[in-house]
Every structure is written in C-alpha cells, then in structure tokens.
C-alpha cells in the first residue's frame, strides 16, 4: 500500500533489484497526479501519457509528482505472470 496525500508533492523511487524486467502500471493512478518529472540514470524521461514505469535489472526510477484526485487506485506489475506471483498494490490519495 502506497499512501499520499492531496495537494502534496512527492518522489517516488522505484528500484529493481531481481534479475527480470518489472514495470510499476496504474493507468488510474497516472490520471490521479500530476506528474512533474520522471528521471532515470541517463536523465528526465518526457511523460506526456504515462501508463506504466519500467524498470530493467539493476535501474531505479524516480517519478516527482504533486497528488490531486483523492481515491484508491490499484497498481500492478505488468510482466507476465508478475500480479499471479503478489507484485501488486494499491495507492491511496487522500
């Protein structure tokens, strides 16, 4: 459970550390912040539709962002099989 709340801004920093691909997804959740800057080691990622945040092996992202619709928005890794085995979540903004 990620928790924020509204009219706050935030870092949120995802790390993978395993030895496959992960993404964080959210389509509702994407909708529900305004996004300020996604980065990577290589710099700022442009988000103009942000979906999903991939991660490879070994790579962090950091997604800056201001929280502004209150709710409860379920999030998930993508890959395949990656939900089945628990890699899901909830955001709360509130």
Excluded: W
Aim: some cysteine.
């Amino acid at each position: 459970v990620l928790h924020f709340r509204q009219g706050q801004t935030y870092r949120l920093h995802l790390t993978n550390t395993g030895s496959e691909p992960h993404d964080f997804t959210s389509g509702t959740f994407f909708k529900a912040i305004a996004v300020q800057t996604l980065t990577s080691p290589k710099g700022d990622i442009s988000t103009p539709l942000l979906r999903s945040i991939g991660a490879a092996p070994g790579t962090s992202r950091d997604l800056f962002f201001l929280a502004v619709k209150p709710g409860m928005y379920p999030f998930d890794c993508n890959e395949p099989l990656h939900e089945i085995f628990g890699m899901k979540g909830h955001a709360i903004i509130d």
